[in-house]
């Protein structure tokens, strides 16, 4: 694999919108949610206001996020929200014997950091149809197999600066990022898709994860 300079990849995505751009208040909010959703539980309407008085975000604000970043219900409550799902996606994500999924492999990467708990992680390589399995703690990439294992990262293209709904960050970020079983696969599937990107090793990208959500972490 080439040499990536994770810094420039990182203020790149934060340029484009990836994460969107947040207020400490924001923040803190969105680390509190994503920890209730990792409980295994649909939201409701009053614990979000729960969490808003909690980190002190005026309710409409918080609305505003969920707008932006929510899976809901048929009964309007949260199932999910920026990256970690009770849904079903491709790439399972088990956090204390809770079953959940994420909407790409990356989120896999930099989620437990933000939740502080280990994730056994299962995906499928979109071209040799390989399972991959990871292990990923708040600290480190503990373990993968395959050993080759990768995963791609991609700029997306956006006329504003931040994505306006979930099916917006699924189209133009989520259905591009996968993890590969090996840097030949994943310079395959690009060429294949006619995709722009760049292909990082996992350790890379768990980097890349805590040098673009740091605002984030330090909630």
């Known amino acids: 694999m080439h040499n990536v300079n994770l810094v420039e990849l ?48 005026d309710l409409d604000e918080a609305n505003a996020l969920l707008e ?12 999910g929200f920026i990256g970690l799902s009770q849904n079903k996606h491709p790439y399972q994500f088990l956090i204390n014997g809770q079953p959940l999924s994420t909407w790409c492999a990356w989120d896999s990467l930099f989620l437990p950091v933000m939740l502080n708990q280990t994730a056994k992680v299962v995906s499928t390589c979109p071209v040799t149809k390989n399972e991959i399995k990871l292990t990923i703690t708040p600290d480190k990439v503990e373990q993968y197999e395959p050993t080759k294992a990768v995963i791609s990262i991609v700029r997306p293209n956006l006329t504003k600066s931040d994505p306006e709904s979930v099916e917006e960050v699924w189209m133009v970020f989520c259905r591009q990022v996968h993890f590969f079983s090996s840097y030949q696969a994943g310079t395959e599937w690009m060429s294949r898709k006619n995709i722009e990107g760049t292909i990082l090793s996992i350790e890379e990208g768990y980097e890349l994860g805590s040098l673009t959500f740091g605002e984030l972490i330090k909630q």
């Open 10 to 57: 990182a203020q790149s995505l934060n340029d484009a919108g990836i994460p969107p751009r947040f207020e400490p208040d924001q923040a803190r909010f969105v680390v509190q949610l994503w920890r209730q959703v990792a409980r295994g539980q649909p939201v409701r309407a009053e614990q979000i206001k729960q969490i808003a008085s909690r980190v002190e975000i």
């Open 68 to 79: 932006q970043g929510a899976e809901r219900d048929k009964q309007g409550s949260v199932v």
